[in-house]
C-alpha cells in the first residue's frame, strides 16, 4: 500500500513540474513574441546604424523600422518604443472621421490644440501629417478607414529617431 502512494505521489509531482516548465515556456514565448528582430539594412535609416523590423499584432496592423538597440514592447492599442528612458509612443486611435485632416481639425476644436509647424506628408502611400503639440512632436497617419495612428515623443534627443521610424511606418492590414 505504501509503495502504491509513492508511485502515485511521484506521478503527480511529475505531472506539476511539467506543467509549471509548460506554462513558464509558454510565458516566455507570449512575451517575446512581439519584439521584432529581424536585422533590416534600409535607405530610410542610417545605414552604419543596426536596424530591425518591429511587426506589431493583428490588433495594432503595422510595422516600423527601429534602431537594434531600443526596446519596443506592445501593450494593447499602444507601443513604446525606449532607449535610455526616453520613449517614443505609437498610438491606434479609432476615429468617426473619413480624412486625416478631419480628424485632426475636430481634435484641434475639441481640444483646443495648435498644430505648430504642420506639413502635410505621404508615408508610404498614406496621408500624414507631422507637427508639434505643446512641445511633442507628432506624427499622424491615416492607415486605414476609421483609423489614425500617432507616433510622438516629448523627447527632443529623439525627434531624429522619430522622424525614421515614422518615416518607416507601414500598415499591414493582414499578416
Do not use: C
Amino acid at each position: 500500500m505504501k509503495k502504491n502512494t509513492k508511485i502515485k505521489t511521484k506521478h503527480g509531482l511529475i505531472i506539476i513540474i511539467v506543467f509549471v516548465l509548460l506554462f513558464g515556456i509558454g510565458i516566455y514565448l507570449v512575451a517575446n513574441t512581439n519584439k521584432g528582430s529581424t536585422p533590416q539594412t534600409d535607405s530610410i535609416l542610417d545605414t552604419k546604424q543596426k536596424t530591425k523590423i518591429f511587426r506589431s499584432s493583428s490588433v495594432m496592423k503595422f510595422s516600423i523600422v527601429v534602431p537594434s538597440n531600443y526596446e519596443v514592447v506592445e501593450r494593447l492599442g499602444s507601443v513604446t518604443i525606449s532607449t535610455n528612458a526616453e520613449e517614443i509612443h505609437v498610438d491606434r486611435i479609432g476615429t468617426n472621421f473619413e480624412t486625416l485632416d478631419s480628424h485632426l481639425d475636430n481634435l484641434s476644436k475639441l481640444n483646443h490644440l495648435t498644430i505648430l509647424e504642420k506639413e502635410n506628408l505621404t508615408i508610404n502611400s498614406l496621408p500624414a501629417v507631422k507637427g508639434i503639440i505643446n512641445g511633442k512632436k507628432h506624427y499622424f497617419i491615416y492607415g486605414a478607414p476609421w483609423t489614425v495612428y500617432s507616433i510622438f515623443t516629448s523627447s527632443e534627443s529623439l525627434f531624429p529617431a522619430l522622424d525614421q521610424i515614422a518615416s518607416s511606418f507601414r500598415y499591414t492590414p493582414q499578416f
